[in-house]
């Protein structure tokens, strides 16, 4: 299986849109405090969290999600992610560095259990009830 990566988007997701990549936003806004349903429907709820969240970061606020709004939404699981130098390091000190390195950006379920993007991330695209984390 490939290594996983952080997810990324090449469109803009807007109001009327639906669908996974939906889920995907709302579930990153509920991440970082701006609590919205997740419904997979883009509606005006999803578009305000988004434009607050826009405002919070001090980009542009559009309330429409571009792919500089979608980097800063996963920007938690790019730090968690991001490589350490082994500098001499054992591969038992590596483990630790790189455990240590996602425990700030506080990896947790939303949208349900052993569900949300952290786990999927864990889970290499899986989640749910058969999916412990």
Known sequence: ???????????????????????EVQEWLCLHDFQVGID????PATE????RF???KGLPDTGVVTPETFSAL????REALAPIPAGGRTLGQMVAAY????VPPHPREIGGENRGPWVRFYMRGQEGAGYFW
Request: glycine share 10%; proline share 12%; aromatic share 2%.
């Open 99 to 102: 455990a240590v390195q996602h």
């Open 74 to 77: 996963v920007q938690p699981m």
């Open 40 to 43: 997979e429907d883009f509606g």
């Open 54 to 56: 826009q405002r919070a």
């Open 1 to 23: 299986m490939p290594p996983a990566t952080v997810p990324s988007i090449t469109q803009d997701i807007k109001r009327g849109d639906k669908g996974k990549p939906v889920r």
């Open 48 to 51: 305000l969290g988004v434009t």
